[in-house]
């Protein structure tokens, strides 16, 4: 069973939260029928802990305004990645180096990529940044 509607919409709103705050290579996997726990992880990149702190922060205000709140967060204090665990999406926010070095799009190729609108990819997100 694909990702809920809701999960997609927590994950559109958090994305062009992060895309607003110029997050890179922003991508949203459907994991659902990998995990019993998520329906999607939503991946962005920041370049330096600074602004992965702010990308964080836009994005937890913006599903709060969904009325979403965070189950967990785990990471903020270092700077280096970030995931915030919304029950149907959980939001990993990684410095450039550390997103390299880990790998998460590798880890979960086997899942469906969610399409995101043009404004939600952040640079590097192809189709010429549009």
Known sequence: MPATERAV???VAAARAASDLK????IALDVSEQLVLT???LIASGTNERQVGAIVDAVEESLFA???KPV???GKAQGRWVLIDFGDV??????????VYYA?????KDCPLIELP???RGGDGSEADA
């Open 90 to 99: 959980v939001v990993h926010v990684q410095h450039a180096e550390d997103r």
């Open 9 to 11: 919409e927590l994950a």
């Open 66 to 68: 969904l009325g979403a």
């Open 118 to 120: 043009a404004d939600a």
């Open 39 to 41: 329906d999607v992880f």
């Open 104 to 108: 998460l799009e590798r880890l979960w």
């Open 72 to 74: 967990r967060r785990e």
């Open 23 to 26: 997050a890179q290579e922003i």
